[in-house]
Structure formats: structure tokens, C-alpha cells
């Protein structure tokens, strides 16, 4: 502790002291189950206020000038619970779809009044006997600043403007586009997770390189089988071979194809950038066009590469750019391997995959969105797993169709 300046100590020697009194407090005999309360509600109270009292802490170790604040948040419970100080603002802007909605900094919000309130809260969680009005209020005097809009500036006496002159009302004809209002572009595109459970339907994906063998293996079982598919494409890595099979399923009526974009550069594409997401759309619609692959068969899919902007109803920057580009669906997915063997610490085999899916599928009894990639032991996972479900009267179909 020495080798710190004066200051320096004295703020750690603050913070452990706070610390200090917050795990007594957490910890103490007559705190330690909901039991112990009079009601639910004054232990939820209770425990709400613990977590005003961590904020506090960790505004006294950094401060800022300004508050963030979860917009789509409407409880003041989540609110108290999500408040948050950072040092990389920027980077929660930008990725504000990972925290549950989009991130804004109240910069006019005086942190001063918080800090007043926290303080008085501090001294209620002192006395012994919590008095349960007295928290409350302190609660909702928390919850009032917290969803409060930004203080205005002082107010200044109005200074007399001259009358305008009045001048002659453009007719519409006259109006350049230009000068008219610059509305964005509704959103049209339809983000797609899953279908309605107990139909029996399943959709069934891939993504990725497309490999002209596994693409014939593929095609081939879903003739004998008659089976509805969506084969999403990594442009960069599409071959005249592949494009050969992919146009013979396309004439089956069985194989659609989707823009899994063109580099599938996932961690530049999670920025989510208008101007990027908007290059990677038209590059990969570009390259599929120099395959002999119409205009209109190339719009209908989108799957961003590592899911993207698609979480929590879909990212609007990433909704826009395909809205303009007349997308219809946005294709997300409810059952998939690669996470899902990771969590679960399960070795990756066709066994493991097929029982991960038919486990989700038979809980719902259909209406899920199955993701697989271009890979041995997804093919034979996906094969066997079809086989087994066409037995129990599954049907395979598009997207889409789920939501029918």
C-alpha cells in the first residue's frame, strides 16, 4: 500500500471499506434467505438495494461526466440492475445489441444528484433495522433520476426577432428530391428464428464453403428423400463445380440459396457498419451473378456470417441495408452444433449432433430452424437425423414455410 501516493491510498482504503460493509450487510445472519423477510417483495427491495450500493462503489472508483443507460429497458428493477460505468464507451455504442438494445449516453444527466441519493442509501443500509418505506423511497428517488431526461440549460430571456417577410409557398411540383424530407426506407425484411411448435415442419440449413462433393451427396439425398433445403454461400469460395450443382437444385424446386456474404469476415461484419454490410451484400450478389445465378434468387435469404445483427428481433442497421435491398428474409436458427457440443463438452460426432437436434425437436414437435455447415460430420449428423423424423411424419421444408 505504500508504494501508492496519498490520494491513491486513501481511495483504495475507501473503496475496501465500502466493500467491507457491503458483504456485511449481504452476509449477515438476518439477510441470508428470502425466508428470513417479511414478504417476496422486501427481499426483492432488499436485494435491489445491494445492487444501488455496488453501482455507487463502482462510481466512486471511475468517474464519468455522464451515465449509460439501457434504452430498451423498461423496468426500473433493470435498470438499477444494468447500470453501468466504462472506460470504452465507444465500444458499448457500437456493439449495444450484446448488452440487450442500444446503448445512449446521457451527457446533460448530472451524476452529482445520483451520487446524492446513493449517499443517503448508504446511510439507511447502516441502521440495523432497515426501515422498508424508507428504502423504498430511496429506490424510486434512484429510479426518477435514472429514467430522467438530460437537465436543460438555463433558460435565457428571449431576444425580439423581426417579422419575417412572407414568401411565396413553393407548389409540389416545384420541390426538388432534394429538398424534401429524407425518410428512411421501411423495414421489410422478416427475421426468422423458428416456426410454431407442434407442426411437425423443420427447415434445414447450411452455411459456408460449398464443397462440390458434399453439394452432390446432399442434393442427391434430398431427391430420394424429397427434402426442402437452403444452402447458404460464403461468396469468396464459389466454384464453376459447385455453381453446377447448386443451378441442377435449384431446378428441383429443393435446394434454395442464401447470401452468407462475401468474405464472411465475422469480426469486422459485427461492427455493423451500413457501408461494410452494404459492400459484403452486393460483392457476394455480384459474384453469384458471374455464376449464370438471376437477380431474384439471390434476394431472398440473408444470413449474417456468425449470426451478426441478427440477435433480439435483428440489429436495424443491418434490417435497413437488406430492406433497401428488397431481402426478404433475415434467417437466423433455434438448433445448432458448434456452441451447443462446446457447452455441453460434448465430443463433435455425427451421434452427438443428431442427438442435440432430435432432443430440441422432439421437446417442440417441430417448427425449428436447424443450422448445419458444410462438413462430413453435419452431413451424415443431418441424413440419419431426417431419416429417423421422416419415420416419426416430419416434413422438410423452407424457412419460411415455419411460420405457416
Known sequence: MERFSK????????????????????????????????????????????????????????????????????????????????????YLIKNGESFGGELKILEGLGEEDLR????????????ENINNQECQEAYERICSILSSKPSPSPTQIPTPTPTPEPQPTPSIQN?????????????????????????????????????????????????NHQIHMVWFIIGRTMNDEAAQIIREGIETGLIRIGNHSFSHNISEFSKLNKEYIESEKSRWIEEMKNYGFEDEILRYYFRPPGGAGGYRGGDKRLLSVLSENNYKYLVMWDVEFIYTTRVKSLEYTPENLKGI?????????????????????????IKNLIIELINEGYEFVFPEQLLN
Open 7 to 90: 490520494p491513491i491510498r486513501r481511495k483504495l482504503k475507501s473503496l475496501f471499506e465500502n466493500i467491507s460493509r457491503v458483504f456485511e450487510f449481504i452476509f449477515s445472519k438476518p439477510f441470508k434467505s428470502p425466508e428470513s423477510f417479511e414478504s417476496t417483495e422486501d427481499f426483492k427491495r432488499r436485494r435491489l438495494v445491494i445492487r444501488g450500493l455496488f453501482s455507487f462503489l463502482i462510481l466512486s472508483l471511475f468517474k464519468r461526466s455522464s451515465i449509460l443507460q439501457i434504452t430498451s429497458v423498461s423496468s426500473n428493477e433493470e435498470k438499477i440492475s444494468l447500470l453501468e460505468t466504462t472506460e470504452d464507451v465507444d
Open 116 to 127: 446524492k441519493e446513493l449517499k443517503e442509501l448508504r446511510k439507511i443500509l447502516k441502521v
Open 175 to 223: 420541390i426538388s428530391p432534394k429538398e424534401s424530407f429524407n425518410q428512411e426506407k421501411p423495414i421489410s425484411t422478416e427475421v426468422i428464428y423458428y416456426g410454431k411448435p407442434g407442426t411437425k415442419k423443420v427447415a434445414i440449413t447450411f452455411d459456408d464453403f460449398p464443397n462440390p462433393k458434399i453439394l452432390r451427396d446432399l442434393l442427391e439425398f434430398c431427391k
Open 357 to 381: 437436434a432430435l432432443s430440441r425437436i422432439r421437446y417442440t414437435n417441430g417448427g425449428n430452424l436447424v443450422l448445419a455447415h458444410f462438413n462430413r460430420t453435419d452431413v451424415e449428423a
